[in-house]
């Protein structure tokens, strides 16, 4: 009895290994997308087993765009949110943000507001270790005159966050300046204005410059990026770096260490350091409006979603800038390439110098404005939203007025430079 079913068993091997022999090219084709679904049937399974609640750190994209909506229900405004696919490429394309291991499609997290017909666009970019719902407190109020988009920059909150394999100043500005130009193809957009605050404004000037036919008016809101570290206002860099402080710090910064990993280095207690943060910086320390309870703690909820997410976007930070926030390829050098009338908007207390605007509009060959609003500081969108809007409308007024005579007067409360 044995022996026969050892002898079946024999002859079912020789059959399977003939159709084995007969499509080994096929199996090959197929060896890719059968480990690929046992990987994904292993995550699904994963997460069954293990809860989000009880992981190391609780958050997913999924839970970035959920924290995203709760924070945009407070909004009057109806609005759209999608993820616009910009495309993918094979691992070593010379497309930058495609340098990953992965050849998926990549997507870009953007929100549209409703808008009359014929108001003209406003894009807004966020900044540095931010993302589009930080601008939760203006979109109301800009979406009455304009039709308001504001996206996740690649890397960034809701959008892909695929692996940052770049290496230079060069490869990581085409990261964001690319990805940006393919989302704005999607879109079918043109003669759109450009807002972006802080790193976003870096991105926006240095997008500006690369495809000035897109843009009508370049509005920058306490960018980054005008001054370089050989400026003689860096000598208490040198200093600094000196000390054994200042060495220990640098080498974090040339390490790549961002804040974002040590908020995943926390874990579960994540969320009470980035409560302590928003607490403390749009609360006790605020330059202007104190948020009230429920944007404080949707915000708060969002800032650790998108903070505690996969490493992507955030590592940009050592290619673009040096220790000190100096960038490695000024804007200031490029002043007088300037294709595209220019806003700057800083607040009042904002800790990004002013002074390298007024540098660089001496270069600029396009009309230039400096404005100040006050009582606000690096978040001056979130600080004073109505002064904040009133510079915008005033940046814009030729796009939004019916009458050339009309909206002329700078607002009251806001500094021209």
């Keep these: 009895m044995n022996l026969s079913r050892f002898a079946s068993r024999l002859r ?63 909004l009057k405004t109806p609005y759209v949110q999608e993820q616009v696919n910009i495309g993918s490429g094979p691992p070593g394309s010379k497309i930058r943000w495609f340098r990953s ?25 966020h900044g540095y270790a931010a993302s589009q719902g930080f601008f939760f407190r203006n979109f109301d109020a800009l979406a009455s005159r304009f039709r308001v988009i504001a996206i996740d ?26 990805s ?17 605050h802080s790193f976003g404004g870096y991105v926006a000037a240095k997008y500006a410059l690369k495809h000035p036919e897109h843009v009508q008016h370049l509005i920058l809101v306490g960018s980054a990026g005008f001054s370089a570290e050989g400026d003689a206002k860096s000598e208490w860099l040198t200093k600094f770096r000196a ?43 605020s330059e202007g409006t104190v948020l009230t309870e429920e944007e404080a703690k949707l915000l708060t909820d969002y800032v650790y979603h998108t903070l505690a997410a996969k490493a992507s976007g955030e590592l940009c930070l050592k290619y673009i ?22 806003t700057f908007i800083y607040g009042m207390n904002d800790w990004m110098n002013y002074q390298g605007a007024v540098e ?29 809007h009133s510079a915008v409308l005033y940046a814009c ?10 909206d002329q007067q700078l607002p009251d409360g806001l500094r021209l430079v």
């Design 360 to 388: 660089a509009r001496k270069s600029m060959k396009v009309p230039c404005e400096i404005i100040r609003v006050p009582q606000g500081g690096h978040f001056v969108f979130i600080d004073n939203p109505s002064g904040f």
């Design 101 to 125: 291991t992965s050849n998926e499609s990549r997507y870009i997290n953007t929100v549209t507001f409703d808008a009359k017909e014929g108001a003209p666009t406003l894009v807004m970019v």
């Design 243 to 285: 000390t054994w402080k200042g060495a220990v710090l640098n080498h974090l910064w040339e390490s790549n260490f961002t804040p974002q990993k040590l908020i995943r280095g926390l874990g579960p207690w994540g969320p009470g350091l980035v409560n302590r943060y928003t607490t403390a910086r749009f609360g006790a320390h």
């Design 397 to 406: 007024r030729k796009f939004i007025s019916q009458d050339s005579s009309h």
């Design 180 to 196: 940006f130009e393919e989302w704005r193809k999607t879109q079918n957009l043109s003669n759109f204005i450009l807002l972006g």
């Design 153 to 178: 920059q690649l890397g960034w909150g809701g959008s892909s966050r695929p692996d940052f394999t770049c290496r230079s100043t060069e490869e990581t500005e085409a990261w964001f300046i690319d």
């Design 12 to 74: 079912m091997a020789e059959e399977i290994s003939k159709k084995v022999g007969s499509s080994s090219t096929a199996s090959v084709a197929d060896s890719s997308a059968a480990t690929s679904a046992a990987t994904n049937a292993a995550k699904s399974r994963w997460k069954i087993l293990w809860p989000n609640s009880l992981r190391w750190i609780p958050t997913s994209t999924d839970y970035i765009i959920a924290a995203e909506k709760r924070l945009l229900s407070i």
């Design 321 to 342: 800038f040096s220790f000190g926030a100096f960038a490695r390829k000024p804007l200031l050098q490029s002043a007088s390439e300037w294709k595209v009338p220019t």
